[in-house]
């Protein structure tokens, strides 16, 4: 089972624009994590946001995760064609082997 | 690259038989996860050793086991093998048991004809 739901699926935008995907999880969490996943390659750590962090930052990503709604957001700002990846988010509990993937968001960046 | 190697890139057999994936996780990582992606489930975590032992285990089927070795290497063993096993199977390894930044091997693909 899926903890956590991305949300668009689907995402196209132009070089330049912010792009921006939700993710929604159902239980507590000790962290959130955000991966990138180039088409059937591996997947790639992002960036990680703790359950007592509202924001977060690295390069162009920017991470906001709100408990209360136990949701959580990325925004990749000035994106460029090598943006163009799969995009998840993963809940973890804390507990043994507890990290959860949810469905993805494809990004498609286009020149 | 991460540092985690997986072999084979690519796997095509026949229903029925056993096939084993192998991993070698990123020099100095403790726990070594194993999950299955596919179109129509997405990425199911399988299982995760730490130093060696059995941590926890998620949707793996019966006909699946995996172990980890002293020199912390894992394989993942699939049997009596059906089509709907077909799916990209990754590895990957962290540091310590906290699940914190999984460093992901390049897969394998796994084609159950």
């Known amino acids: 089972s899926q903890q956590g739901e991305e949300d668009p699926q689907a995402l196209s935008i132009q070089e330049g624009e912010n792009a921006t995907m939700n993710c929604s999880y159902k239980?507590?969490?000790?962290?959130l994590q955000w991966y990138r996943q180039n088409s059937g390659r591996g997947l790639v750590h992002l960036i990680l946001i703790r359950s007592n962090e509202r924001e977060k930052h690295s390069g162009r990503l920017r991470v906001t995760l709100d408990t209360s709604k136990k949701s959580s957001s990325l925004l990749i700002t000035a994106s460029r064609a090598a943006d163009t990846a799969s995009y998840f988010c993963?809940?973890?509990?804390?507990?043994?082997?507890?990290?959860?993937f949810g469905a993805g968001t494809q990004v498609v960046v286009t020149p | 690259d991460s540092g985690v190697t997986q072999t084979p890139k690519h796997l095509i057999t026949a229903t029925g038989q056993r096939v084993t994936l192998r991993c070698s996780p990123r020099s100095g990582d403790l726990s070594v996860y194993w999950y299955q992606q596919s179109l129509d489930q997405g990425l199911q975590f399988l299982i995760q050793?730490?130093?060696?032992?059995?941590?926890a285990k998620g949707n793996i089927l019966e006909r699946f086991s995996a172990q980890q070795f002293p020199d912390l290497h894992s394989e993942l063993n699939l049997s009596s093998l059906e089509l709907g096993d077909s799916a990209l199977y990754f590895c990957?390894?962290?540091?310590?048991?906290?699940?914190?930044?999984?460093?992901f091997g390049s897969g394998t693909q796994l084609s159950v004809l």
């Open positions: 050793y730490y130093n060696g032992e059995e941590r």
């Open positions: 993963a809940t973890d509990d804390g507990s043994w082997g507890k990290l959860q």
């Open positions: 990957a390894s962290s540091v310590d048991r906290t699940n914190e930044k999984l460093f």
């Open positions: 239980t507590s969490i000790n962290n």
